[in-house]
């Protein structure tokens, strides 16, 4: 017999086994390629008649100086109602927000306090006067405000709850409610989504000017970055700076302080099949010099800001 043909069963064989390994090499990595170059749009995609409830916490810690006790603690935080009036052609969105309850307690050298909106007898002029309040905005696709209404009668409203202040405090209390300070606090709440598809490892830049009373103008740039995309749930990290212009101080601080240095790290979750934001988390930095009794001390402040849907998006 030739000894050709009992090897060929063996050779044949040996070729069956290395088609079969080559095939699953090649399913395997046709599976994992979409996943590793799977590529999403991030874009709000809210319907008209819909309703959601964020709610946004705050900490601010405050390191005292060396004899004035231990750090103060503030702690704040609200829930704001959307509610989705109309989607126009090009997917703009007009949305009227309501502040439904706002809290704050304060732990320092001196003892606590505590005030709520929802507590029965008041919880303060300020939080009595936020609690209930609204107006409308226009969002387009990316979360940029295209328009807004309501805001004189909002401030109108809050004014006259709050006229026994002081006319610093009032003058203070308008530049937070003017048109261009509402405008710019929508880039760091809502996060500034990109235009186009993006992928893991994708970046993008974002950058905003905010007049701040007393102080001047505060700008914030902020780098984004694609961490992650599991299905339609796409997590991106944030790092950025805030600046104040040279000199800026508190004016109605009654120890003179100036703000230095400032950085911001963050996560955002987004849910880019039913364009929701899901949530965000920020730690902002910022380094603080004080004049006490003719002596220049500097201190830090740290603000962890965290925002979370609580009610819709199902």
């Given at each position: 017999?030739d000894?050709?043909?009992?090897r060929?069963?063996?050779?044949a064989?040996r ?5 079969l ?11 994992a390629m979409?996943a590793?170059v799977?590529?999403v ?6 319907e008209a008649?819909t ?8 900490q601010?810690e405050?390191?005292?100086p060396?004899g ?6 503030m702690r704040?935080?609200?829930t704001?109602r959307?509610?989705?009036l109309e ?5 703009n ?5 309501t502040?439904?309850?706002?809290h704050?307690n ?10 709520d909106s ?8 300020f ?5 209930g ?5 226009v969002?387009d696709p990316?979360?940029?405000?295209v328009?807004t209404?309501?805001l004189?009668?909002m401030?109108?409203e809050?004014?006259?709850q709050?006229r026994n ?6 003058a ?13 606090q929508?880039a760091p709440g809502?996060l500034?989504?990109p ?6 490892g994708?970046t993008?830049?974002?950058?905003f000017t905010s007049?701040i009373?007393g102080?001047g103008?505060?700008?914030?740039a902020?780098?984004?970055r ?5 299905g339609d ?5 944030s790092s950025?700076?805030m600046?104040l212009?040279?000199?800026a101080a508190?004016?109605?601080s009654?120890?003179p302080?100036?703000f230095?240095d400032t950085?911001i790290v963050?996560s955002?979750?987004f849910d880019?099949?039913?364009?929701l934001l899901?949530g965000t988390?920020?730690t902002m930095?910022?380094e603080?010099?004080?004049a006490?009794?003719?002596q220049?001390i500097?201190?830090e402040?740290v603000?962890?800001?965290?925002l979370e849907?609580?009610?819709g998006?199902d």
């Open positions: 017999m000894p050709t043909r009992r060929k069963p063996q050779l064989g070729v069956r086994t290395a088609a390994c080559a095939a699953l090499v090649l399913a395997g990595a046709a599976a979409p590793a799977q590529r749009e991030l874009a709000w995609k809210l008649g309703d959601l409830v964020y709610r946004e916490s705050q601010v405050t390191e005292l060396q004035m006790g231990r750090s103060a603690i704040s935080g609200s704001q959307w509610s989705v989607v126009d052609g090009d997917g969105v007009t949305v009227r927000l502040t439904e309850q706002a704050m304060l732990d320092g050298p001196l003892g606590a306090t505590s005030v929802a507590d029965q007898g008041g919880s303060g002029a939080l009595d006067a936020v609690a309040t609204s107006y409308t905005v969002l990316r979360g940029v405000v328009e209404s309501g004189e009668e401030r109108e809050l004014r006259e709050m202040l002081s006319s610093p405090s009032l203070m209390l308008d530049g937070m409610l003017s048109d261009e300070a509402l405008h710019s929508w809502s500034a989504l235009t186009g598809p993006v992928g893991v994708s993008w830049d974002s950058d007049p009373p102080f103008s505060m700008t914030v902020t780098s984004y694609v961490d992650s995309i599991d749930l796409v997590v991106i990290s950025g700076t600046s212009p040279d000199g508190d004016p109605l009654s120890v302080v100036q230095g950085t963050g955002s979750r880019a099949g039913k364009g899901l988390e920020s930095r910022v603080m010099t004080m006490i009794v003719g220049e500097v201190t402040m603000m962890t800001t965290t849907l609580i009610e998006g």
